[in-house]
């Protein structure tokens, strides 16, 4: 974004949202538009998945809820994933309000239908492209920005005034027509007067059913509105002043077509769900769900990064050992992760990544890891995990395995980025050195550690990401590593994490609540000493063994891990040490709670946008807090705690409805800190309700500087592509570091400084090219950073951009029935049908990528046609009882068609001529069989 257009739209943020409103009220907004079509569209998928697995489906009770539907999928514990994804995607579909307000593609103003159709049909291609390479988090970003233009659709433009019933499913795909647009030259509307605002789209209009929408310009006195043409309306839009006055827009109930707002939302609704089926259709069931952050098991993902240099021949094959004994433990169970990561790493080399769902594929490749080379003592672990943390999915855990400093230290602050963006905890297990010289008469391996100042980095890592750098002897390992993965996998939540260092007597409380089991403590550090004091009174030091507070512990190298009692209340824990210790105390519980940082715009239309950077120190603040594992449950405040002490500033919550709830601070804390929670939940009859307190992992670092960079593009391949950003400070100026990495080694152009005068703006470019041969769906996060003088302040913006190759290929694959034999009669059970039918691309498609079953519940088979591998043969039988079937056909590129057969005469009603027609253009044929049946093929999109 160009500056000029930032600060544009950041006065813009004071004026105004565009589209549905952003905020809860009795309108629907873009919010409750998103939600509800991807909750419904995630029942469909769940329960086409249970039908197809032969498993029980129980459809929620309405209103959905994300908890509810998580449990109706069988994966309770996918709730808070879900609620992300959700968040995610929601937020994405807003901050198209709040950056691109004035940009009338976006919201289909200005009858900018082609413009806004391409912004669509080219977001679709990118979300499958990125789901086909298992990119989720793209996909999401994505179909957040194209939910936008779809959902403005219904409101802007005036296609529910023309009667429309249905959606515009031409809004999906760029090879059709989208209807009749009016003339540039003919005008739409009429003067009209306040609530007398209903009929001013004019009578040839709507009689020729010639689409229109409204101008919008926020200038007074100043519009670009042609002669005769509808404007959007409202106090904001100063076109609707000008004749024709009056506008047309259904954003809310209150706005000029106020009365249809209702029916355009609920077209918002339909239409998303269709978009979020064609993206099904081209995905496949399981990973849409993935999509939408929904798994079996777990949900988690168990995230190795490993050094693979020679000295760690024997911790490799540790880790090989112990992780495929937890592995196998937890396969087919609720904790069994959802997805498998590895990224090694050596020197020079690091990489490549790898991720699977299977638990076979991963023991398998870690299993093949051999320790080779290295060089020098120091090895690229920062590169590592840098590539880990841009691929693993946010709120992971990853574990890094070395036994050496980092050779990449200057990815120091990169790291420390993606880990405050993606909320991600970083464990490391630091495996002491062998030592070079032994003595004979020592059984005992000498070891040595690494260097103090080596330590000090990855420790200054975990802390800031909540996790634990773990000191181990060789042999201490297998205990160390066991310990700490088993718990990952679980619903574990944090219930207080705090580090001191240096090290000094402090004491720390933690709040037990009703919902928490297997309560357990991690310490870090050596040489101390603690008391715990119950909520009871009870009091256990941590020199007695016989005490009752701890029924466990275990201890490896720096890292004690306690099992507690179970008592509900406040807990102390005392700690005593001069040397630096992190402590960490968590428990299972289904109850948690997610946040993003979020801009507030104030002014008659309020909104809010998720920063991708540091937000800003000492001045006021938001959060979107989102509440999972509760449908019920309320926040009662939320604090951002001083990480090195305890002074903490304290929000206003003002609930915003389905469990989300924006937190305003006073003050950004000018130093790192935690946030942490307060709630209460319905404890259910004749109970009391259940306190509960959760705290962030991560710990966040303010920043007086502001930088701000756009990321909804598309990179392709072989061509520069280039990501204008802007800094500014608050505080003295001078010449600013700048950095730019990204995830992927592309090359990239940006200036290593940039002089910013304080109070200014000064602007850049980062240019990157991506390899001509990159496939389509690959991710390139991109993190630009910039340092004050003198290294005291730094900020970041983190930015993630799909790569899509050129498509040229708009069209579904098609089906061609073969045959088709049945001898039917009264009694169905006792007889068989069977067609064959074959499936192309077409000379210029892509060819055929997927053929599945999404109706019927005989059986299907699929072979590649002898000689020619462009067509798919499909021979399908099933009982005479189950007349109806439907493929459905995908091409490479994720164009997805349908194709149903019936031997009945009349088509089922979901299917019935009439209702499809007005979607789109059919391919209808009727072809009498055997005299007696019919056969109905309709090539849906
Ligand atoms: C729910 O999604 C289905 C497709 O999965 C769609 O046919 C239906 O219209 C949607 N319901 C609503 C209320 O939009
Ligand atoms: C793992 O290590 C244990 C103990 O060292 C050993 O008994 C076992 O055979 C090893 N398992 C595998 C799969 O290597
Ligand atoms: C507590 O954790 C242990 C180990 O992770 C697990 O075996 C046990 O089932 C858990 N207890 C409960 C009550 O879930
Ligand atoms: C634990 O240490 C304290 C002093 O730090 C001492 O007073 C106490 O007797 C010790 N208790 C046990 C059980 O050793
Ligand atoms: C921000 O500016 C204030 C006042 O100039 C200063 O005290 C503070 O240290 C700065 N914060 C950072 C993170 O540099
Ligand atoms: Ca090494
Ligand atoms: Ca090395
Ligand atoms: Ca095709």
């Known amino acids: 974004m160009s500056s000029g257009l930032a600060a544009l739209c950041l006065l813009l943020l004071h004026t105004r949202a565009q589209g549905f409103g952003i905020l809860p009220g009795d309108s629907l907004n873009h919010l409750e538009i998103t939600e509800r079509a991807i909750l419904n569209v995630t029942v469909q998928v769940c329960r086409a998945l249970a039908q197809a697995e032969g498993t029980d489906f129980t459809l929620p009770a309405q209103p959905f809820t994300a908890e509810a539907v998580a449990v109706a999928c069988g994966a309770p514990k996918s709730a808070k994933s879900f609620r992300q994804a959700i968040t995610f995607i929601t937020l994405r579909n807003i901050r198209v309000d709040i950056r691109y307000a004035l940009n009338a593609s976006f919201h289909f103003d200005e009858e900018m239908f082609v413009q806004g159709r391409n912004i669509i049909t080219e977001g679709i291609l990118a979300i499958k492209a990125s789901n086909k390479q298992e990119n989720f988090e793209a996909a999401r970003q994505k179909l957040g920005e194209v939910c ?50 209903r009929n001013n789209i004019l009578e040839d209009i709507i009689e020729g059913e010639v689409l229109t929408s409204g101008y919008f310009g926020v200038v007074p006195l100043v519009s670009t509105k042609p002669k005769g043409k509808c404007s959007h309306g409202g106090a904001v839009d100063q076109t609707s002043t000008i004749d024709p006055k009056g506008g047309i827009n259904k954003d809310t109930l209150d706005a000029s077509h106020g009365y249809l707002h209702t029916d355009a939302a609920n077209l918002a609704i339909a239409a998303t769900s269709e978009l979020l089926e064609d993206i099904r259709g081209a995905a496949g069931d399981r990973p849409f769900l993935q999509m939408m952050g929904i798994s079996k098991g777990s949900s988690k993902a168990l995230c190795f990064v490993i050094d693979t240099t020679k000295s760690m021949s024997d911790d490799i094959a540790t880790v090989a050992n112990v992780t495929s004994i937890i592995i196998n433990s937890e396969v087919g169970t609720e904790n069994e992760p959802a997805l498998y990561i590895l990224v090694p790493f050596n020197d020079p080399d690091f990489g490549p990544l790898i991720k ?205 891990t306690l099992r507690l009692k179970i008592e509900v209340g406040q807990w102390e824990m005392k700690m005593v040490s001069n040397n630096s ?3 960490k105390v968590i428990g299972q519980s289904p109850i948690d709670f ?60 003002e609930s915003q409805g389905g469990g989300n709830f924006l937190v305003q601070v006073d003050r950004i804390p000018p130093v790192v800190f935690v946030v942490r929670l307060k709630g209460q939940v319905d404890g259910g009859t004749s109970k009391a309700s259940i306190i509960f307190q959760r705290q962030s ?67 850049g470019t980062v240019t990157l090219s991506a390899p001509l041969n990159t496939p389509s769906g690959t991710d390139v996060t991109l993190t630009i950073e910039a340092e004050a003088p003198g290294g005291k302040d730094t900020n970041y913006v983190v930015l993630r951009f799909s790569i899509i190759n050129t498509v040229t290929d708009f069209t579904q694959p098609v089906c061609q029935l073969l045959s088709l034999q049945s001898n039917c009669s009264a009694n169905c059970s006792l007889f068989m049908w ?45 009982s005479c009882c189950s007349p109806d079937m439907e493929l459905l056909v995908v091409d490479r590129v994720g164009n997805v068609g349908t194709c149903f057969y019936t031997l009945r005469e009349k088509p089922p009603a979901p299917f019935s001529f ?28």
Not at 700 to 722: E, H, M, Q, V, Y
Not at 922 to 941: D, K, R
């Open 356 to 560: 699977t769902t299977d638990p076979k594929v991963f023991k398998t490749v870690i299993n093949s890891l051999s320790a080779s080379g290295g060089g020098d003592e120091e090895e690229l672990s920062l590169s590592g995990l840098q590539l880990a943390l841009t691929s693993a999915p946010s709120n992971s855990e990853i574990f890094l395995f070395t036994d050496a400093g980092a050779k990449d230290k200057y990815l120091k602050s990169t790291v420390i980025a993606l880990i405050e963006r993606t909320q991600t905890v970083v464990n490391f297990m630091i495996s002491m050195l062998p030592s070079r010289r032994r003595r004979r008469d020592d059984s005992q391996q000498q070891h040595s550690r690494i260097k103090e100042s080596d330590a000090q980095l990855y420790r200054d890592l975990a802390q800031a990401s909540g996790g634990q750098a773990i000191e181990v002897t060789k042999s201490e390992l297998p205990v160390a590593i066991s310990i700490i993965t088993e718990s990952s996998s679980s619903s574990l939540v944090t219930l207080l994490q705090a580090a001191r260092s240096p090290g000094k007597t402090d004491s720390f409380s933690f709040i037990v609540d009703e919902t928490v089991i297997n309560l357990t403590v991690y310490i870090t550090g050596r040489s101390l000493t603690f008391t715990l004091t119950s909520p009871s009174g009870a009091t256990q030091q941590s020199n007695d063994t016989t005490g009752s507070l701890i029924t466990a512990s275990q201890s490896v190298g720096n890292f004690i």
């Open 697 to 763: 992992s991560t710990n966040f670092r303010p920043s007086n500087l502001t930088i701000t960079a756009d990321s909804n593009s598309i990179l392709i391949p072989g061509k520069p592509f280039t990501v204008s950003f802007s800094v500014m400070t608050d505080g003295t100026g001078g010449n600013f570091t700048i950095r730019a990495t990204n995830n992927r080694g592309f090359s990239s152009v940006f200036p290593t400084s940039l002089s910013v005068e304080a109070g200014n703006s000064t602007n």
């Open 594 to 653: 997610l946040f993003d940082f979020v801009e507030i715009s104030q002014g008659p239309f309020k909104g809010f946008d998720a920063l991708d950077t540091r937000p800003r120190a000492g001045v006021n603040g938001s959060l979107l807090v989102t509440l999972t594992g509760t449908d019920s449950g309320t926040v009662t405040e939320v604090a951002l705690v001083e990480s090195s002490g305890s002074e903490e500033v304290k929000g206003v919550v």
């Open 834 to 878: 069977e067609l064959s039918v074959q499936v192309s691309d077409g000379v210029e498609g892509t060819g055929v990528d997927r053929v599945s079953l999404k109706l019927g519940n005989g059986t299907m088979n699929t072979s590649l046609a002898a000689g020619n591998e462009n067509i798919t043969l499909v021979s399908y039988s099933a």
């Open 148 to 197: 936008h233009p779809l959902q403005d659709f219904y409101s802007h433009s005036n296609w529910v005034e023309l009667g429309k019933k249905l959606p515009n499913s031409n809004l999906l795909r760029s090879d059709t027509s989208i209807g009749n647009i009016a003339d540039e030259g003919r005008a739409t509307c009429r003067s009209c007067d306040g609530d007398d605002c």
């Open 914 to 941: 009439s209702t499809k027609v007005t979607q789109s253009p059919l391919l209808c044929l009727s072809i009498t069989v055997l005299g007696l049946l019919f056969l109905t093929e309709l090539g849906i999109q």
């Open 581 to 583: 210790y992190t402590l």
